[in-house]
């Protein structure tokens, strides 16, 4: 049962501590509490709980204020639920009009609040939050400019900056041995678990040979480059202890043992168990070390090996991202458990800057992959400028001009590489520590939420130091040189607002 409550955020003078005071307006969590729209998906939030029966649900603003706050300082979830009864902005932020040492809600209800926020959901938001972020535009509307021949033509402006990336799952590295071992161990769990059902109709417990299968596994696994033939030999054993197993374990269903003794987890598993065995099976006897689909985890059966080509990484296993840049907000476009070529994203992403801003970019800054014939020519339709030399072979002589245009290019479409370093090294990016494939898509969502959320903050501090070194002309002029940002005058006016 979901009860609407009121989610605009109230003064801070309004919250009440259990001493004398009040919470500072210039806090920063107090600050982007007046850019979060809360109120704006409540409705859509609610739909998880159709029925009016039941304890009440917690509301929207609490469930994505605690994703937030868990994101943004980096923690675990027990960490989150500590921190917010502790500390009244963090109360304030998720909602709470009354500072309470209580626990505001048990640390696993953090897993269903990633399970009711879609990736979706929290896209959204951060489209309508980096509306709020920007100043206020005098006019949305696609501006219009008549050419010599007197038609209308729209007028470009801004640069988008797009690029993919990959999310590395927490999972160890897959190899086929080391799969199969993990697999073979689960299956003997299977075994036990259902011989349980039929112990006193039988006392005949089915042949695991589970001492001699980790005997084979160790003598490869613990040799540092062992041949090829000793891993192929060490694999088709243990694929043949895991046919075995999965034998046994059809024939106790069939003597008696129900399938209703596994859990859920469990029983998925065992279907798990099995694709493994058969792709397994398909590599070894084609002699071929990748195939469409491939399972790398026996816990996350969704993850799929990206090809990445990268140095040191060229493999990664994880959520492949597509994402674009503006005005150094950035948004993700495309999250897949699959590979994708991310060229083929180039158009749903510029019409997604025209839908937000009214007008098409200027230039669009991208890497190689995404200059392909197609791309070019839809752009020239719409005349954005896509950066990067023209296909075909280089001229013999490169103006000056053009090497200059070339150098800017790949200057601002770093910006979107700082983002992707930024997601990685700060808020966990590179380590996906959600289990499920929805979790997994909540996470990487909501980094990207918080990532706008810090830049937001960090220029409306700025423009404070900009203000103050008005005073001390050679503080402004360093502050100035330092941050260089196209949008400094409108977070000015954002600060006088506030």
Same mark, same amino acid.
């Given at each position: ?14 919250? =009440? #501590? /259990?001493?004398?005071? %009040? +919470?500072?307006?210039?806090? @920063? ?6 850019? *979060? ?64 040492? =209580? #626990? /505001?809600?048990?640390? %696993? +209800?953090?897993?269903?609040? @990633? ?6 959901? *929290? ?64 299956? =003997? ?310």
């Amino acid at each position: 049962m979901y009860r609407k409550v009121e989610l605009a955020p109230k003064p801070p003078s309004e919250f =009440e #501590l /259990p001493l004398c005071g %009040s +919470l500072s307006p210039d806090n @920063r969590w107090v600050k982007m509490t007046q850019v *979060i729209p809360w109120s704006e998906f409540e409705a859509e939030y609610a739909k998880n709980f159709p029925t009016e029966m039941g304890a009440p649900a917690k509301s929207f603003r609490m469930a994505l204020g605690a994703l937030i706050i868990k994101e943004k300082l980096g923690i675990s979830d027990r960490e989150t639920v500590e921190q917010i009864r502790e500390n009244p902005y963090l109360q304030y932020f998720i909602g709470q009009s009354i500072y309470s040492n =209580e #626990l /505001p809600f048990d640390p %696993s +209800l953090l897993v269903h609040f @990633r399970q009711r926020i879609s990736p979706n959901l *929290i896209n959204k938001v951060n489209e309508r939050m980096v509306e709020k972020m920007r100043s206020p535009r005098p006019n949305q509307t696609r501006k219009k400019k008549k050419d010599s021949d007197g038609r209308n033509e729209s007028l470009n402006r801004g640069k988008l900056i797009i690029d993919a990336t990959c999310a590395p799952a927490d999972i160890s590295y897959p190899t086929d041995l080391g799969l199969l071992n993990g697999a073979r161990v689960h299956t =003997e769990k299977i075994i036990d678990i259902l011989y349980k059902h039929i112990k006193e109709k039988t006392h005949k417990k089915p042949r695991t040979y589970r001492n001699l299968a980790r005997k084979d596994y160790l003598a490869v696994a613990k040799k540092r480059r062992p041949t090829r033939n000793k891993r192929r030999q060490a694999i088709k054993k243990q694929l043949q202890y895991i046919k075995r197993n999965l034998a046994h374990i059809e024939q106790l269903i069939d003597a008696g043992a129900t399938i209703e003794g596994l859990n859920k987890k469990q029983y998925k598993t065992r279907l798990v168990l099995t694709e493994v065995s058969r792709q397994q099976q398909w590599l070894f006897d084609n002699n071929k070390h990748s195939m469409e689909d491939r399972i790398v985890s026996l816990s996350q059966p969704h993850i799929r090996p990206i090809v990445r080509g990268k140095a040191g990484k060229s493999v990664e296993f994880g959520a492949k991202l597509s994402a674009s840049c503006f005005e150094g907000y950035v948004f993700l476009d495309r999250m897949s458990w699959d590979n994708f070529n991310e060229s083929g994203d180039l158009k749903a992403q510029v019409e997604a800057y025209y839908r937000f801003t009214g007008y098409y970019p200027e230039s669009v800054h991208a890497d190689r992959i995404y200059r392909t014939r197609e791309n070019r020519a839809w752009c020239k339709e719409r005349g954005i400028r896509i950066s990067g030399p023209p296909l075909g072979r280089p001229p013999a002589n490169v103006s000056k001009s053009k090497k200059k245009q070339a150098a800017y290019d790949e200057r601002i479409r770093n910006a979107i590489e700082g983002k992707f370093g930024q997601g990685k090294r700060r808020f966990g990016l590179n380590r996906v520590m959600a289990k499920l494939d929805n979790t997994s898509g909540t996470v990487i969502a909501i980094t990207f939420l918080v990532m706008n959320l810090t830049t937001w903050w960090r220029r409306v501090f700025c423009v404070f130091l900009c203000l103050f070194g008005k005073r001390t002309p050679v503080l402004g002029l360093m502050i100035i040189s330092h941050y260089n940002w196209s949008g400094l005058t409108q977070e000015k006016l954002i600060l006088n607002r506030a």
